[in-house]
């Protein structure tokens, strides 16, 4: 039996997970939400995650009904993700780690999201389309290692929803996205935005500032509303996603696709990528919020994993670094 | 280099054991700006000892105060869960 407690807290999530065995003991987070048109800064957002980290932990382990002396190991984020919130909560990992005298284990956060998403739907080999607020890439397993078939070449997808939403005033509770989904299914005219898709890569700023400059004139002529402005985004940018993660399944040949990140419990999303699926003969792994957005558990289980392997991170090594890339780790733990 | 801003704070605690949980923690990181700032830790059985020499105020203050709020951090940690 061997039980990983996970810190997360790369963005505006602070998340403390515990995981047994494939088993989610506990999984409570806390979200930094800041008023409408503004987003997070990282030290305001470090601030926060001070605040609630340790009342996280208490309750995960309540509610986990264990004790610290059952962990096996502390696993948390080691990037990519923002310094000053990822260094806040390697610093209560360090300290944990030394009282509890457990072995501890910096985790990528995006294999913390594939090894998460794989957990809770049992896809073995899938095509993975990671999509958030700070990435976005499509990756599939090859020779121990998570390789990225295509990513975007500037802003994530999840920030381009972030920052239209701000165009819009939109609430950020409980997060931009939800609320340009919701707004999106009363729109129906549809506003041609740049569609960019390089080869494998996608690129999202471009249409962003095209959407920022026209948006708020379009709805004040009363030519679009912000509803249409949301569908035609939404339709836009997951058209693409869509698009380089079929190229992706064409050329590994595979049959299974996963979704996770933030974005991915967007269930327009989950709809154009489960009819592309479905025309290919594939099937869709797709997760809810629980496990999409960032969470302790996916801490935990991508540590877990590592533990079981032996890949206990050194002391010195114990550090935060913002650039993490997913292909920079060894996946020891798969064939 | 003699045009140095330099700062030092020796923290005693309580016992040489959340002394050394402080010290351990903190001396893993590196400053950011290594060419602008340099800083040194040091474990003095129960005390630690912070030294900082740097060529602007502005960063000088920014790693004084990230190192009082992570040492508040780890403290305010031992104190719920030791």
């Known amino acids: ?335 | 280099m003699n045009d140095l801003l330099t700062a030092q704070l020796t923290i005693p605690f309580s016992c040489q054991k959340h002394a050394k949980i402080v010290y351990e923690t903190l001396r893993v990181d590196q400053e950011p700006r290594k060419n602008l700032i340099k800083r040194e830790i040091s474990l003095n059985p129960s005390s630690v000892t912070v030294a900082w020499w740097a060529k602007e105020s502005r960063i000088l203050r920014v790693s004084v105060q990230s190192i009082i709020d992570h040492i508040h951090s780890i403290l305010t940690t031992i104190h719920q869960f030791e």
Not at chain 1, 106 to 135: F, K, Q
Not at chain 1, 259 to 267: F, S, T
């Open chain 1, 1 to 335: 039996m061997v039980t990983i407690i996970g810190f997360e807290g790369s963005a505006n999530k602070i998340g403390v997970g515990i995981i047994r065995d494939g088993q989610v003991l506990a999984n409570p987070r806390h979200t930094y939400v800041t008023p409408p048109g503004q987003g997070f800064m990282p030290s305001e957002t470090a601030k926060h995650h001070k605040e609630h980290i340790l009342s996280l932990t208490k309750q995960a382990l309540e509610e986990a009904k264990i004790t610290w002396q059952e962990i096996d190991a502390i696993a948390y984020t080691k990037g990519p993700g923002m310094g000053a919130p990822l260094l806040t909560v390697a610093i209560v990992a360090r300290t944990l780690a030394q009282l509890w005298q457990k072995p501890i284990i910096g985790v990528n956060h995006c294999i913390g999201h594939i090894e998460m998403g794989r957990l809770i739907t049992s896809a073995e080999n899938p095509t993975v389309l990671y999509v958030s607020g700070g990435n976005t890439q499509v990756i599939s397993y090859e020779n121990k290692r998570y390789r990225i078939f295509g990513e975007t070449i500037d802003i994530a997808v999840g920030n381009c929803l972030d920052r239209f939403a701000r165009v819009l005033k939109l609430s950020n509770d409980p997060s931009p996205g939800f609320n340009i989904e919701q707004m999106a299914k009363n729109g129906s005219k549809y506003l041609e935005l740049p569609y960019c898709v390089k080869g494998m890569d996608v690129s999202f700023s471009g249409l962003l500032s095209f959407i920022e400059q026209r948006g708020p004139k379009l709805v004040e002529q009363k030519k679009y509303t912000p509803e249409d402005l949301c569908y035609s985004l939404q339709e836009t940018v997951f058209a693409m996603l869509v698009e380089i993660t079929e190229r992706a399944m064409s050329h590994c040949n595979s049959r299974e696709v996963l979704i996770v990140g933030g974005v991915g419990c967007n269930l327009r999303l989950q709809e154009m990528m489960r009819k592309m699926c479905e025309e290919r003969n594939a099937i869709l792994f797709a997760t809810d919020d629980r496990f999409c957005i960032d969470n302790g558990a996916m801490i935990a289980q991508a540590g877990y994993e590592m533990f079981k392997v032996g890949m206990v991170t050194p002391w010195e090594k114990t550090t935060i670094t913002q650039r993490f890339r997913t292909d920079q780790v060894e996946i020891n733990w798969r064939k």
